[in-house]
């Protein structure tokens, strides 16, 4: 059985994705409802469908730029080395930060606290429920 094709909807999302990658505005651009845009984009992606085409439009647009993985940290390279007229310390600093987190230097971590910069409060509570004995 040959799978279904992307709806419109579906299909004008994974153009507009492309354009920011930025699913919530896609989704706004694709005609979903700006109310629930967030969950729409989010859920857009997860879906095997288009996630499989998106994945298959950013194969064809690096195919028909000619772009590698290797040129874009070639350019960074040139970038982030860049001292002549014109270079800016803003963008050496960016380009070295990009080059690392693709290496897997720099690791982001997020950290979360409660209130007052203290540490988040986790309360667990327990139901206890009588089974009815099934013979009664």
Do not use: C
């Not at 896609?26 to 879906?47: C, D, F, M, V, W």
């Not at 288009?50 to 195919?63: D, F, I, N, P, S």
Request: glycine content about 8%; charged content about 30%; proline content about 2%.
């Amino acid at each position: 059985m040959k799978a279904k094709p992307l709806t419109p909807k579906q299909a004008a999302f994974v153009r507009e994705y492309l354009v920011d990658m930025n699913a919530t505005r896609a989704a706004i651009r694709a005609k979903y409802s700006k109310r629930t845009a967030e969950q729409q984009g989010h859920r857009l992606l997860r879906n095997a469908k288009v996630g499989k085409a998106v994945a298959a439009a950013l194969q064809k647009r690096a195919e028909r730029l000619e772009l590698t993985q290797d040129t874009v940290v070639r350019g960074l390279l040139t970038e982030a080395e860049d001292r002549g007229k014109g270079a800016s310390h803003a963008a050496r600093v960016s380009a070295w930060t990009a080059l690392g987190k693709h290496l897997g230097i720099f690791i982001e971590r997020h950290e979360h606290t409660g209130g007052g910069g203290g540490p988040v409060e986790v309360i667990v509570t327990r139901r206890l429920v009588r089974v009815a004995d099934a013979n009664h």
